[in-house]
């Protein structure tokens, strides 16, 4: 036998590992050439015409850069998933001939939707940031919350199509400020929704900052301004909420809140709210399970990314895009920066993997806004998706490397535990260059995969059709709730088929300033039955459903061992 010298088997070794990474490239090379994810940009077929203003004069105020967000979400009960825009207002110096407003299309199948604003009664003029949907008062049909600069608005869902605004009596008006995301939750897990608000900055005419850089004049950073508090309002189940800010404990902690989604991440029965800051670490409010919060993003590891650094943090979204069980969170930020995937650890921890698993894979020339984890192509694994727009109008004329406008990301899950950039071979959706704010994710089209809304600054919608090649099988899931609230937000719900678990949890509230997803859906990939579903109720009751076929839409309620199709 020849024995290999030392330095023959160091380069044994090496050739061996090189022989590894070759394999592993070419996995991925593969996996790239076979991307199975297509969406189609079907906007102009939709009959939307809505377009964005974020109402500038030319004075460059803070709060144009970040209007605004958008709602998916069935008004009408009919089973198909409507739209819900938020539009900007005219700003000190500004004027319109016709002044600008939200709008509501009605979802008529078929990709055609119709204009139902004025009839609806939502056509709010108000400059809209950010909205959350719920049932507060849990009569059955879907109540909505926008989050403006200025006076918040809560509209009572009529149940004939039509809306109150409710805001005056309901106590949520919430002052005159610069609003963020919002979310409705059962802090208190009493039975109905409990309403938290996020603030962006303190801001005023008479505050205003004027820079410039380069002698054109640009929107200043948030440090301009004071970061205040966000607020925190609990349901008295008679129509009325009050204010507990100080008291539940958020009030002691003042940021530049952007997006906001609310999970149970440590899994001990309760809902905890996660903000995403912009220049500033984020913060998590655990629950003590009565609606009282402590702030402990930093020993979470969720403030900040594995530097260390604060972002200027934009959107955030949840999902177990590994399926261990546990929720991990993705948050979007600015240019020169990452978005940053942070895996939970399962002890209440958060580690920073973004470099690990190629989660941040074309973000960081990019601003960047909405986000989600989504299922598209039904194989059983989350994949990502981002919203890119920068936010300064005219960053090319003292940035050559730079542009106002930009393509959105689509990073395909492996199934691995790593994410691949397809963006270039994701369709002709995925082509489409606009400065894009939020983003939301349903099935728009009722045929089980989830399509895609994207609210563009300055400009119309995108609708993009997921037309992937997949034929994996999936699951939707509706809940109602009988003592818990009646959409069952905050519940969590495990899928069990064959060889694959997965966990989803009702939102409202959630990406960047917007709202979508209370129908949960699961890729199954060739599983064509569920053998368990395990759904547990904000409260801690489990119910158990076995042997379900396959795509479909079900119902399940909460105490009741039958399941309900659609």
Not at 46 to 63: A, E, L, P, R, V
Not at 246 to 262: I, R
Not at 402 to 414: D, E, F, S, V
Not at 418 to 427: E, L, N, R, T, Y
């Amino acid at each position: 036998m020849v024995k290999l010298s030392r330095v023959q088997e160091s380069w044994q070794h090496v050739g061996q590992r090189f022989a590894l990474v070759l394999v592993f490239l070419c996995v991925l090379s593969q996996m790239c050439a076979g991307a199975s994810i297509v969406l189609r940009d079907v906007t102009k077929k939709t009959g939307i015409t809505f377009k964005h203003t974020d109402g500038s004069s030319g004075s460059h105020y803070i709060m144009e850069t970040v209007s605004a967000g958008l709602a998916l979400f069935d008004y009408d009960s009919d089973g198909d998933t409507d739209i819900y825009f938020l539009n900007g207002a005219a700003l000190k110096g500004k004027k319109f001939k016709t002044t600008p407003r939200n709008a509501l299309y009605r979802n008529e199948g078929g990709w055609r939707f119709t204009d139902v604003t004025e009839k609806a009664g939502v056509g709010g003029k108000e400059y809209g940031l950010g909205v959350a949907v719920g049932d507060y008062d849990n009569d059955g049909d879907l109540d909505f919350y926008t989050n403006n600069y200025g006076p918040n608005v809560l509209y009572q869902n009529n149940g004939d199509g039509t809306f109150t605004d409710v805001t005056k009596r309901a106590g949520v008006a919430n002052g005159f400020k610069v609003g963020a995301g919002a979310c409705f939750l059962d802090a208190d897990k009493d039975g109905d929704l409990d309403l938290y608000v996020s603030n962006y900055l303190d801001f005023s005419y008479d505050k205003h900052v004027p820079i410039s850089r380069r002698g054109f004049p640009v929107y200043a950073t948030p440090r301009y301004y004071l970061p205040i508090p966000d607020d925190f309002y609990r349901n008295n189940g008679d129509g009325t909420f009050t204010n507990v800010t100080e008291s539940s404990g958020v009030g002691q902690h003042a940021g530049w809140g952007m997006g906001t989604v609310c999970a149970d991440y440590d899994n001990d029965g309760d809902t905890d709210v996660f903000v995403a800051n912009d220049i500033a670490k984020n913060f998590l409010f655990r629950n003590d399970g009565t609606g009282k919060f402590e702030e402990v993003g930093l020993m979470a590891g969720y403030a900040y990314d594995l530097h260390g650094d604060q972002q200027g943090n934009m959107g955030v979204d949840c999902g177990d895009y590994d399926n261990d069980g546990l929720f991990d969170f993705y948050v979007t930020s600015y240019e020169d920066q990452l978005a940053t995937l942070y895996r939970n650890l399962g002890d209440g921890m958060f580690e920073d993997v973004t470099m690990l698993t190629g989660a941040g894979a074309g973000t960081l020339p990019q601003v960047t806004w909405g986000t989600s984890f989504v299922d598209f192509d039904n194989d059983g694994d989350r994949d990502i998706y981002i919203a890119c727009g920068h936010l300064q109008d005219n960053v090319e004329l003292y940035d050559d490397t730079k542009a106002y406008l930009a393509r959105n990301i689509l990073l395909m899950n492996t199934g691995h535990g790593k994410f691949v950039d397809i963006s270039d071979k994701g369709g002709d959706g995925m082509k489409v260059k606009l400065s894009s704010r939020g983003a939301a994710f349903d099935d728009l089209d009722n045929d089980g995969d989830i399509d895609v809304v994207i609210l563009n600054s300055r400009r119309e919608p995108t609708i993009l059709r997921n037309d992937s090649p997949s034929k994996g099988h999936w699951l939707q899931i509706r809940l109602r709730g009988v003592r818990t609230n009646r959409d069952g937000v905050g519940a969590q719900v495990k899928v069990v088929a064959g060889d694959l678990t997965l966990i989803d949890e009702v939102h409202s509230g959630r990406g960047y300033q917007s709202h979508y997803g209370m129908r949960l859906h699961f890729g199954l990939g060739n599983r064509k039955k569920v053998d368990r579903i395990e759904v547990r109720w904000i409260g801690g009751r489990m119910d158990v459903f076995k042997d379900v076929t396959a795509n479909r839409l079900i119902t399940l309620t909460e105490g009741n061992s039958k399941i309900e199709p659609k």
